[in-house]
């Protein structure tokens, strides 16, 4: 237990704007050896939004609000880590460039038309599926928030050690990809925490989280061979999306089925 939790605080150091607990640092660790607890980071990280969406139905707000303030939370908690990879994907591949081309636009800070127009959706989507799961019951909302941050980094984990890094030396590549044992045990995890915050929603509940995790697998293979096709595997960016690219689809499939 004491090495799970040094591991989850480590990637939530690595994930998030959280501060780093000196403690769970003895000697040097690669982040991907830690991808199995990426779902708890996830959930550290998504404890405050949660609550937030939680207390603006308690203060009377809209569900739309509410979701608005959680997921804008989530961002500023994470320093839209995940955010920035999905636009610089969006950018560097959407306009059919030649493979060098196209990683050397993901590593420019500018945003483009492609990058914008992929964070707008990717964000609005997200606070309509909170606040429809808000309109049922803001619990039941906040359970899902956590539930989607934990499946989502830890379908993040499985998708980082299944595929070639495309960019030796960049970011994913000088941290350390996990091997494929470090990132299952990731998925299975993430898996878990989302079936567990679907769990009071019943039988819906239950539907919703596995259409989720389907819907997770479907979009993440389409997407793994499209970044193998246009660049030969995986990038630190290419991980922010696949992350934003679960995260959705669990909500979708909760929205769904509950």
């Not at 019943?202 to 997407?223: E, K, N, R, V, Y």
């Amino acid at each position: 237990m004491i090495a799970i939790a040094k591991a989850s605080l480590r990637a939530a150091a690595f994930l998030t704007r959280l501060p780093p607990v000196a403690a769970s640092f003895h000697g040097t660790h690669r982040l991907g050896d830690d991808a199995h607890a990426f779902p708890l980071a996830g959930l550290l990280a998504g404890a405050a939004p949660a609550l937030a969406l939680l207390a603006g139905g308690t203060l009377g707000l809209s569900p739309a609000v509410s979701a608005t303030l959680a997921l804008g939370l989530l961002v500023a908690l994470t320093g839209a880590l995940h955010e920035d990879g999905l636009a610089d994907v969006a950018d560097g591949l959407f306009g059919h460039h030649g493979r060098e081309r196209a990683l050397a636009i993901m590593k420019d800070s500018r945003i483009g038309a492609y990058g914008t127009l992929a964070l707008v959706l990717s964000v609005a989507l997200r606070i309509a599926l909170l606040a429809d799961l808000a309109t049922a019951a803001p619990a039941l909302a906040a359970l899902a928030l956590l539930g989607a941050a934990a499946a989502s980094r830890g379908a993040m984990a499985l998708f980082w050690a299944s595929l070639p890094s495309a960019d030796p030396g960049g970011l994913a590549d000088s941290v350390g990809q996990p091997s494929r044992n470090r990132g299952l045990q990731g998925a299975v995890l993430g898996a878990l925490l989302l079936g567990l915050a679907a769990l009071p929603a019943g039988a819906s509940g239950i539907a919703g989280a596995l259409l989720g995790l389907g819907l997770t697998a479907a979009l993440l293979s389409l997407f793994a061979r499209f970044l193998l096709r246009r660049l030969g595997g995986q990038t630190g960016d290419g991980l922010g999306a696949a992350q934003q690219i679960g995260e959705t689809a669990c909500l979708l499939g909760l929205a769904i089925m509950v």
